[in-house]
């Protein structure tokens, strides 16, 4: 005997919302916890240090010495700078400079000298307009 002769059979079917919602509440979940890691990279230049024959005595008046001590004592062209401000190094590096447009500035620091007394002589240099700055370097034997 068939009681429901009249009634249609509903068709068993999935219902996709419950899943979907578990789907996204996973991705959500992922997209959280992960890291991502981004690398950056900074491009430099170095120099390559090469011996040159040039003419000294030309070169030697367009070029002003700074000395860095490790205490942090400023001296340009063998002379003592008393350092009160960038300012007061700008000033000491013009005087040196004697009217030349854009002398060679090289910066021979102590290897005990703290970085932030070189930057203060790049950043005079730069203040007093003068944008060649180079550094020395000092080769050692190993015997």
Known sequence: M???RGQKKEEPE?????????????????VITTTYSKF?????????????????AE????????SVSA???YTINLVPIKFA??????????SAAK????PIIIISADAKATHQSVITVMEAAR?????????????TDNN
């Open 71 to 73: 205490m942090g004592d």
């Open 2 to 4: 068939n009681f429901q």
């Open 85 to 94: 401000s960038i300012e007061s190094l700008r000033e000491a590096l013009q």
């Open 127 to 139: 203040l007093a307009g003068y944008n060649q700055v180079t550094f020395t370097t000092e080769m």
């Open 14 to 30: 999935i219902n996709l919302v419950p899943m979907i919602d578990v789907l996204l509440v996973i991705l959500i979940f992922l």
């Open 99 to 102: 009217n030349q447009e854009n």
């Open 59 to 66: 070169d030697t008046s367009k070029v002003i010495d700074v």
């Open 40 to 56: 950056s990279e900074l491009e430099i230049t170095l120099p390559q240090a090469a011996t040159v024959e040039t003419d000294h």
